[in-house]
């Protein structure tokens, strides 16, 4: 017999890959799968028992929710607002349209803590040290880092020196270069990460060995997790020299210091999260602990609205956060190795895939075939390794 | 079909009971084979459900997985061919669809390259796929789009090698009588 049958057969319907969105669409359903379903291993008896504790802290997520939203709500008013030039932001509005928020964390300003990271005469101005764009598109949340170290511009000058003269420098600069146009922006204060960190009881994160970092004041006794307090963690977040102990020697942990500390980042939001959930869940009390660390360590756009807070506040604890994409602008290093440039046309198409709107929960089948669209880069973050809650 | 420095399948989904990050690993291997065999049967809207859920299915199941396997492609396609019979309604609606999309050219055999004749004869190959049984056709193109061997089958379907032969040959008979493929044409290229 010939193959002409199958040879027909192959020709006829040729094999298409599927596209990065569809593949980080399903990524993120099995993600949101292995914290729902109970182990296997176990019996009937307690896999209901695991179903009706899951629906439990769903309700409790809920009531939870609901008193965050209650305490934000209240102390909505004392949020600091910065204002923005008239054009500078984008008229997105959360809760209605795809939004882009730029989110900054930046140096205490009053240097509370000045023995890790030094007085403001010695910090000079505020810098943005972390920086990424967060789009909430309906029930899908994406996050693209933005290197410190960036140079935009020209003449060149690194991204986070646009932020000096605050935060219409660093807008205009994420458009002009990534083109991306922000809707909102939100910068938090490091302070009340610290404080934020510590209402949790400490954030668990997965050290690659027994680490330190001299600059920052980093010291962890061992390879595996470790829970750290909210000082701990900003030091972990922050670092950009990262040592390991290998044998007797300390090694260089982040030979991509941006870059590295970027990956650090990701995991400890995903982190993060995971632990928020699960200690509001139980605890809602802890929940406006939370939000009291928070509130006064966040400035907002004035053009933000409550409303539009409340919706922000609902959308980020309701989501998995085992389903954030975590993303990175793609980059290269600079001829001498200091500094960082977009990655071209690396960077172009990441930006086209973050932008992408997200495709319907069942796509019609005569609709416009998914490879035409951009799509949204497999997440670089996989989910964190250490058990939490 | 362990990847290069990895575990086996067998052994990353052991792991995976413990530790169900791994089965990521699972997924990062071969959700593009799973993904495009379901397109090629149901269309990309259908596909994108089918992808998604044999691997959160694969997750739920991996206990059941046997993990002295070090491929687990025939299992995952077993998931895929089973989420693939309850959307029937949607291939045999694509299919019938394809076949009424232009008129087949009745009586004319075929003499030219398939590249060229895969598009005219379209109609007359969705025609004739919507009229198998639905278990050969499942062989058949499990064999045909994803590959597999008849062992993979086999596994995939759950029956013995021989079923998986006898309906693969049913299959292709069909098909050829349809398409009026005989092994003369083929002679004469």
Same mark, same amino acid.
């Given at each position: 017999?010939?193959?002409?049958?199958?040879?027909?057969?192959?020709?006829?319907?040729?094999?298409?890959?599927?596209?990065?969105?569809?593949?980080?669409?399903?990524?993120?359903?099995?993600?949101?799968?292995?914290?729902?379903?109970?182990?296997?291993?176990?019996?009937?008896?307690?896999?209901?028992?695991?179903?009706?504790?899951?629906?439990?802290?769903?309700?409790?997520?809920?009531?939870?929710?609901?008193?965050?939203?209650?305490?934000?709500?209240?102390?909505?008013?004392?949020?600091?607002?910065?204002?923005?030039?008239?054009?500078?932001?984008?008229?997105?509005?959360?809760?209605?349209?795809?939004?882009?928020?730029?989110?900054?964390?930046?140096?205490?300003?009053?240097?509370?803590?000045?023995?890790?990271?030094?007085?403001?005469?010695?910090?000079?101005?505020?810098?943005?040290?972390?920086?990424?764009?967060?789009?909430?598109?309906?029930?899908?949340?994406?996050?693209?880092?933005?290197?410190?170290?960036?140079?935009?511009?020209?003449?060149?000058?690194?991204?986070?020196?646009?932020?000096?003269?605050?935060?219409?420098?660093?807008?205009?600069?994420?458009?002009?270069?990534?083109?991306?146009?922000?809707?909102?922006? @939100?910068?938090?204060?490091?302070?009340?990460?610290?404080?934020?960190?510590?209402?949790?009881?400490? @954030?668990?994160?997965?050290?690659?060995?027994?680490?330190?970092?001299?600059?920052?004041?980093?010291?962890?006794?061992?390879?595996?997790?470790? =829970?750290?307090?909210?000082?701990?963690?900003?030091?972990?977040?922050?670092?950009?020299?990262?040592?390991?102990?290998?044998?007797?020697?300390?090694?260089?942990?982040?030979?991509?210091?941006?870059?590295?500390?970027?990956?650090?980042?990701?995991?400890?939001?995903?982190?993060?999260?995971?632990?928020?959930?699960?200690?509001?869940?139980?605890?809602?009390?802890?929940?406006?602990?939370?939000?009291?660390?928070?509130?006064?360590?966040?400035?907002?756009?004035?053009?933000?609205?409550?409303?539009?807070?409340?919706?922000?506040? =609902?959308?980020?604890?309701?989501?998995?956060?085992?389903?954030?994409?975590?993303?990175?602008?793609? @980059?290269?290093?600079?001829?001498?190795?200091?500094?960082?440039?977009?990655?071209?046309?690396?960077?172009?198409?990441?930006?086209?895939?973050?932008?992408?709107?997200?495709?319907? =929960?069942?796509?019609?089948?005569?609709?416009?075939?998914?490879?035409?669209?951009?799509?949204?880069?497999?997440?670089?973050?996989?989910?964190?390794?250490?058990?939490?809650? | 079909?362990?990847?290069?420095?990895? /575990?086996?399948?067998? #052994?990353?989904?052991?792991?995976?009971?413990?530790?169900?990050?791994?089965?990521?690993?699972?997924?990062?291997?071969?959700? /593009?084979?799973?993904?495009?065999?379901?397109? #090629?049967?149901?269309?990309?809207?259908?596909?994108?459900?089918?992808?998604?859920?044999?691997?959160?299915? &694969?997750?739920?199941?991996?206990?059941?997985?046997?993990? /002295?396997?070090?491929?687990?492609?025939?299992?995952?396609?077993?998931?895929?061919?089973?989420?693939?019979?309850?959307?029937?309604?949607?291939?045999?609606? !694509?299919?019938?669809?394809?076949?009424?999309?232009?008129?087949?050219?009745?009586?004319?055999?075929?003499?030219?390259?398939? #590249?060229?004749? &895969?598009?005219?004869?379209?109609?007359?190959?969705?025609?004739?796929?919507?009229?198998?049984?639905?278990?050969?056709?499942?062989?058949?193109?499990?064999?045909?789009?994803?590959?597999?061997?008849?062992?993979?089958?086999?596994?995939?379907?759950?029956?013995?090698?021989?079923?998986?032969?006898?309906?693969?040959?049913?299959? !292709?008979?069909?098909?050829?009588?349809?398409?009026?493929?005989?092994?003369?044409?083929?002679?004469?290229?």
């Amino acid at each position: 017999m010939s193959d002409l049958d199958l040879d027909l057969l192959r020709e006829w319907s040729p094999a298409s890959s599927p596209s990065d969105g569809v593949r980080a669409e399903a990524l993120a359903q099995l993600r949101a799968s292995y914290t729902a379903v109970p182990g296997t291993r176990r019996g009937r008896g307690f896999g209901r028992r695991v179903a009706i504790a899951a629906v439990a802290a769903t309700v409790l997520l809920a009531i939870a929710v609901f008193a965050i939203q209650r305490a934000v709500d209240e102390r909505v008013d004392r949020v600091k607002t910065v204002a923005v030039p008239n054009g500078v932001l984008g008229g997105g509005e959360i809760g209605k349209d795809p939004v882009n928020i730029l989110v900054v964390g930046s140096d205490a300003r009053d240097g509370s803590n000045p023995e890790a990271f030094g007085t403001p005469a010695e910090t000079g101005r505020p810098k943005s040290d972390t920086m990424f764009v967060l789009r909430i598109d309906g029930p899908s949340v994406r996050a693209l880092w933005i290197p410190r170290d960036l140079v935009v511009g020209t003449p060149g000058r690194l991204i986070n020196s646009t932020f000096n003269d605050g935060p219409k420098g660093l807008i205009d600069a994420v458009r002009a270069e990534l083109g991306i146009t922000v809707d909102h922006y @939100v910068e938090v204060d490091f302070r009340g990460f610290v404080k934020a960190v510590d209402a949790l009881g400490g @954030v668990t994160i997965s050290s690659p060995g027994r680490a330190r970092d001299s600059i920052s004041g980093l010291v962890l006794d061992g390879p595996g997790c470790a =829970r750290l307090d909210g000082t701990e963690a900003l030091q972990w977040v922050r670092s950009r020299h990262l040592e390991v102990l290998r044998g007797s020697e300390w090694t260089d942990a982040s030979p991509h210091a941006d870059l590295d500390r970027i990956q650090r980042q990701q995991e400890f939001f995903r982190s993060f999260g995971v632990r928020a959930k699960a200690k509001i869940g139980d605890d809602p009390a802890a929940a406006v602990d939370v939000v009291d660390s928070i509130i006064p360590a966040l400035t907002v756009d004035s053009r933000l609205s409550k409303a539009e807070i409340l919706g922000l506040v =609902r959308t980020v604890f309701e989501m998995d956060p085992n389903a954030l994409q975590a993303m990175t602008i793609p @980059v290269t290093p600079t001829a001498d190795g200091a500094h960082l440039v977009l990655d071209q046309p690396a960077a172009a198409k990441a930006v086209a895939a973050f932008l992408v709107v997200a495709p319907p =929960r069942h796509a019609d089948v005569t609709g416009p075939p998914s490879t035409t669209r951009p799509a949204p880069p497999t997440p670089t973050v996989p989910p964190p390794p250490c058990p939490e809650g | 079909m362990g990847s290069a420095g990895g /575990d086996h399948d067998g #052994r990353v989904i052991a792991a995976s009971i413990a530790e169900p990050d791994r089965f990521t690993e699972i997924f990062e291997r071969h959700f /593009d084979a799973i993904h495009t065999y379901a397109a #090629r049967r149901l269309g990309p809207g259908p596909a994108d459900d089918v992808g998604a859920t044999v691997f959160v299915e &694969a997750f739920s199941g991996r206990a059941r997985f046997d993990t /002295d396997r070090p491929d687990a492609r025939p299992w995952l396609y077993g998931i895929a061919t089973n989420l693939v019979r309850r959307h029937r309604r949607a291939e045999s609606r !694509r299919l019938r669809a394809y076949a009424r999309s232009e008129p087949a050219r009745d009586g004319e055999p075929i003499d030219i390259a398939p #590249r060229l004749d &895969a598009e005219a004869m379209g109609p007359r190959l969705a025609a004739s796929l919507s009229a198998l049984a639905d278990r050969d056709r499942d062989a058949l193109l499990l064999f045909a789009w994803a590959g597999l061997s008849y062992d993979d089958i086999a596994t995939a379907t759950d029956v013995p090698v021989g079923t998986v032969r006898s309906r693969i040959h049913r299959a !292709r008979q069909q098909l050829r009588a349809d398409l009026e493929i005989t092994d003369a044409v083929r002679s004469m290229e």
